[in-house]
């Protein structure tokens, strides 16, 4: 029971490490994802890491199953219950369109139709009064239309139940009795907030993947215990928590948009103020953690106008991976993304008919990436199909040689990676130079010294094993729960015994679900409020301190808030009275254990990792510099290194700016400051 | 290979400075909707911001609201002119108003704020443009349906300082709060609008910093000639010539007279020309349209037949030519009443182009929009929270056209704004109302091979007893048009109206138009009508028009539409002459392909 097993399903590999906690060692492997059954990419990777699941003491994984439901629209048949008069809010919408002056742009579908969206005689006040009484015929009625359209799931969401759920709460449990074998979702648990649209739709997705999500938890649970898994299977949720199969089949929905969480999580062991770069064949993904916390949000969509409003990691995906395609737009500027060749054909190197140049294309031609060490050796690539992509498809239009073209694919990437890093810091009242960068994915520690140096970052951290390292974070993440409740309430005359109440009452229900599950131990409870000034329509969320709110403590929630206010827009009002509109109480439990490894290699010489010099492109400020390359697999704790380097590994290659200085630390992550 | 001149364009860094002013300004943009005090502002999304350099010619805007980008541009150029350049000072922050001056309408705001370089030179100008609730004027919330001159409708601001030098001009401040209705929110949304520009000062710092002075403004310039570049080509690709087309307007709220909108749209190489003499003289009701108005849906109009990914700047304003004789309805002379030109005319003018394009680009154009804003604006005060007076401004979603390959959209707001509704939650919160219904309207959609979208029904009772209601609405007798053998909106069936108004004033009296309840003159324009505590208005907006011949619509999609109760049983066969099964719904295939050969070789579109 000695092994640690963390696994991470992506769109294209399933990633698996597996850490011994006796001897240390920490093995990892990848395998192809098997969609649409992602559970056979599981037993693929267990078997080829050889790992006997009896020995397994804590087994997670992450994955994105419930998100391709959403993007891929292969969700279940579901029907809506909702107050008379508003069947239509969710396809309504919000009245927006994605584009300016798109007119033959197309409004998406909702995910419920209309004839399967139903209609009940109740209503609320805005403060949750009953106006008019629960109709339970009505209720009757719609559960046994359900049941004859075989509707898989019942979303229930009607209006301002986030204040009072009594209606909804017994729309249940008559549809329970009508149709006892149908899932249902109901808003006032899963999303007690303001905003009826956002609210209904994300109880409608959380209908939406739930019959499926239970399908694969339940399979994959059953396999596991068959081949001897004695442990709970957690889930990574989009908040960077685990959960246990339990709270998977209660809320799915919380692992929708889970797919970046597992490396945020494995960067918060890194650093407390860390900023994350995620580059992958398609995409760039950033994330800022602070004080050992990632930073979370409520405003996602899943897709256009698809919002989903629980909490998870603020994420900010941008359409600059490898494999993202450089053209020349109807204006004559060169453009990078978000197009992407993707796996297949692939970046023009590859030879697999790709004919776009795409970035890791002009990193072959920059001399960034290595022609004879693509993926460790693994992987022919050809930089002639490289030239010949640029050449064909830019240098003429430009009339340009292949090499500026080349560099100035790498400059306009990097201007939109830096772009979307200012997005996540500066536009944030976050200054870069207070944090730390760890860049991972395939492409992460190729850019990441050059968008380090641009921002004034002074410090990187190379993870040992960039291509594993969402696999290696679902180890680290801890068990947790959240709740949130609204509460619209001015500071002015708040009524602090009803505070007090409700945060009491959040953090049992959290506490109750936790100990149900057998975590009750090094619980850490976090509570905040989203906070506005009166009259303001958004929020902002600060800390509440820890004990019973009193007038002094209240005093500290309005400073904090003030604080934040300042940070994300600039400016405070002092004289302005603020108000609180939601509570939310997490409750965490931490794990018992770090996930590490030990490294025991002799000391070489460094000159023995040294493979060679090529010829570099390390930016417009100092062009191309011979550069000495390096060999990961033969660096040794404390090995310094000075840039300009290149550190070539299976997975990645790490490259170090001329300004930086590396040092192999004792986790054999590579450490840059800058000098 | 780094051995560029100084001077000289750099294609990549030229990318790198206009992909990030786009950003910048929408950085700009969200930050002050977040902050912001008025809903129609934070969930409305009712504002615009934009990058302009020092000739007062915008280099960048964001996604927001259509309406005000073209027009704000002229705004700032008057800021700049009224004031004098040698007087901007870094720290300044002018704001204006006026509709005259290159407005919309007096409640939009304009604010600007210099930026300098450190030799005192001015670099560049963050703007926005705000919708705020109320300034003053008879009618909270504005649109006063029956206003006669801009006096009525509001305070006129001309560009003043509202910060000097960092600081806050407190008797400009006072006045201007003296004259609204709700003088917190309104101060709120403009520390909001302050904010968002402090942001934009700080960011233009960062590229002058990155670049240098010079070189920044020779990319801005470069910014411009790129659009410039981008949409010539795109309007030289349209068929050469002139192509005319005539829409109207229902009436200006003070006569029960239509009002005639006319264009000659020509295509001269790459130079995009409207010409809209022969449109009606001004009117004395509150739908007069300024040049910016004009302007602005000019260039709508030509982004959504072109391109929609041409960032909007100066330099594709400069290959469109608007030719609006100066006292009529598209350009009218001061002091004519605004505020429905710039959310009713303004409709109609990209309605215009569109028809008048249909006739060589079919597959680039849509059929008739809804064509409204449907402004219901009002004011009064709300016992819940001890009679504190309180401003709304709604504005209505409907249908839009239907397109080559497409049906229209559903429930979207019309060409002029991409703004959000506001939640009804918030709303309730807010304001003294109970909503009664908020819903799709079904049958109401222009039947075509592609249809139109769907309009919506949004029904408030009113909880207070001194609600002043003010609408400002159209195409309530005009249905919106189809094209090419789909036909026009269905009218409503008891009024025979399209987008609507009524009111019910008591809970036991039935619905009943403004013409009848309050005597107004028209249907869609009225002001200051006092609504009880338990009174109800109910706001419909209609479908848009249909696309091709209904006749060759896919059996299957009337049968969907038939099955989430869109299209009545009846209006599938009379309009579509499709037979369904009234019970299981299954197409009777024989007997609909009986049916439509019959109503094609009767020459009917439509059998009763």
Redesign the interface.
Known sequence: MSKLVGIDIGGTFTDLVVIDTKSGELKNVKVNSTPPNHALGIFNALKKADVDLKDVGYFVHGCTVATNIVVERKGAKVGLITTK?????L???????E?????????PEPLV???LRLEVTERL??KGNV?IPLNEEDVRQAARFFKKEGVEAVAICT??S?TNPVHELRIEEIVKEEYPEVFTSVSARILPE?????RTCTVVMDAYVKPEVVRYTEYLIDNLQDKGLDQEMMMMKSNGAVMTPKMTLDTPIATIGSGPAGGVMGATMLGDEVITCDLGGTSFDVSLITKGQPKLTTQKDVTWGMPLRVPQIDVLSIGSGGGSIAWI???????VGPQSARSIPGPACYGKGGEDPTITDACLVLGILNEKYFLGGDMEVDVNLSVKAIENKLCKQ?NM?V??VA??IY??AV??MT?AIK?VSV?QGFDPRNFWMVPYGGGGPLFASKLAFDLQIPKLIYPRNPGVFSAMGCLSADVQFDQSQSY?ASVEDMDLDKLNQILDELEDKCRKSLSSEGYDKNLEVTRSADMR?V????EVNALIPAGKINPKKLQEMVHNFNEE?EK????M?QD?VAETVSLRVSVKSKQAFKPTYKVNKSKTDLKEALKGVRKTYFG?EH?FMECPIYQRDLLCVGHKISGPAIIEQSDTTNVIYPEYMAVIDELENIVATLK | MNAKKKNEIDIFTLEIIRSGLISLSREMGLAMSRTAYSVIFSEGYDFSCAIFDAKAEMVAQAEFNPVHLGAMAFAVEWCLKEIGIENLEPGDVVLHNDPFRGGTHITDFTIIMPVFDDKGNLVAIPANRAHLLDIGGKSPGGFGGDSTEVYQEGVTIPPVFIQKRGKPVTDIWKIILSNVRVPKPIYGDFQAMIGSLEIGKRRVHEYIEKYGVDTFQMYMEEIKNYSEKRIRSEIAKLPQGTYEAEDFLDDDGIKAQPIKLKVAVSVMGDTFVADFTGSDPQVEGPINATYGVAASQTYNAVFNLTDPYIPSNHGCFRAIKIIAPGGTIVNADHPAATFGGNVETSSRIVDVIMAAMSKVVPEKVAAGCYGTCHNCTGGGTDPRKNNDPFCWYLFREGGWGGRATKDGNDSLMDYVGNDMNQPIEVLENSYPWLLAKYELVNDCMGPGKFRGGMGTNYTIEFLNDDTRLNIITDKCNQAPFGLFGGLPAIPREECGHYNDIRVKMDKDSEFKHITEVFGAVSASKAASMRMPKGSTVELMTYGGGGYGNPLERDPKKVQWDVKNEKVSLKNAKIYYGVLLEPKTLEIDVAGTEKLRKEMLEGGKSIVK
Do not use: T
């Not at chain 1, 008069?85 to 809010?89: A, K, S, V, Y």
């Not at chain 1, 737009?329 to 453009?335: F, K, P, S, V």
């Open positions: 008069g508003f069947r239509d809010i396809e309504i919408m919000r009245c927006d369109r584009f300016h002056y798109y007119l033959q742009w197309e409004k139709p209309r004839y006040d805005y106006l209006l301002h986030f303001i905003r009826e649209y956002e737009d109807a204006g004559g500027l060169l453009r430009l040689s090499l500026e560099a100035g400059k306009v201007a939109d772009e997005m536009s619209l000034y009259g303001q329509n958004f206010h994300w827009y600039g400016y009002m302005a417009d062009g």
